[in-house]
């Protein structure tokens, strides 16, 4: 059964968990562009996505509002205070979420949550409790392949769907 929502971590995750800063004190962040074709599948089949992540970074905003990611929660202490609130707004249970996170702040929500991942490289204490651990570590294309994981799981066919949905090669990342 497909996920009526698709929710992710940011950092360790759609990043490889480093922060960059420059001489001023701005702190900047390396998205790899692999994971917004996990949205674009969401989006393809009406599943909303959305990113709940303990920083409150500027260049997540921007990077969730350039996909048209559903719903952003930054800065967010508790997860699963802010997903059970979701469900309730959305009117679904945590058994019809998908979450894909990798650390100490994803680990109760990640218990709470029966289609759960974690990127390889996240800590064994992660590993040893979500559902898949995917190949690809955070930062390089993590959550992308989560997204075909479900796909996969529920025998759609990539292609097909992009065949479908007449989008192959327009995609802009």
Same mark, same amino acid.
């Given at each position: 059964? #497909?996920?009526? =929502? ?10 490889? %968990?480093?922060? &960059? &800063? *420059? ?10 562009? &692999? @994971? ?8 393809? =089949?009406?599943?909303?996505? $959305?990113?709940?992540?303990? /920083?409150?970074? @500027?260049?997540?905003? +921007? +990077?969730?509002?350039? #996909?048209?990611? *559903? ?9 699963? +205070? ?7 707004? #959305?009117?679904?249970? #945590? @058994?019809?979420?998908?979450? !894909? %996170? *990798?650390?100490?702040? @994803? &680990? ?17 204490? !992660? ?10 570590? $955070?930062? /390089?294309?993590?959550? +992308?392949?989560?997204? /075909?994981?479900?796909? /996969?799981?529920?025998?759609?066919? !990539?292609?097909?769907? =992009? ?5 192959? %090669?327009?995609?802009?990342?």
């Amino acid at each position: 059964m #497909l996920p009526k =929502l698709v929710l992710t971590d940011i950092d360790g995750v759609w990043t490889d %968990g480093g922060m &960059y &800063y *420059d001489e001023k004190g701005n702190e900047f962040k390396k998205f790899n562009t &692999y @994971d917004s074709a996990g949205i674009l599948f969401c989006k393809l =089949l009406n599943i909303p996505t $959305g990113i709940i992540t303990g /920083e409150s970074a @500027d260049s997540v905003k +921007r +990077r969730a509002k350039k #996909l048209n990611v *559903d719903y952003v929660y930054l800065g967010v202490k508790d997860k699963v +205070r802010i997903v059970m609130q979701l469900c309730e707004k #959305l009117d679904i249970s #945590l @058994d019809e979420i998908a979450f !894909i %996170g *990798d650390d100490i702040n @994803d &680990y109760n929500l990640l218990q709470k949550i029966n289609l759960n991942a974690c990127p390889n490289s996240a800590p064994n204490y !992660i590993k040893d409790i979500v559902n898949w651990v995917m190949k690809k570590n $955070g930062g /390089e294309g993590a959550f +992308r392949e989560f997204v /075909e994981k479900i796909l /996969e799981e529920n025998n759609i066919d !990539i292609p097909e769907l =992009l065949k479908t949905h007449n989008i192959i %090669g327009k995609f802009n990342q």
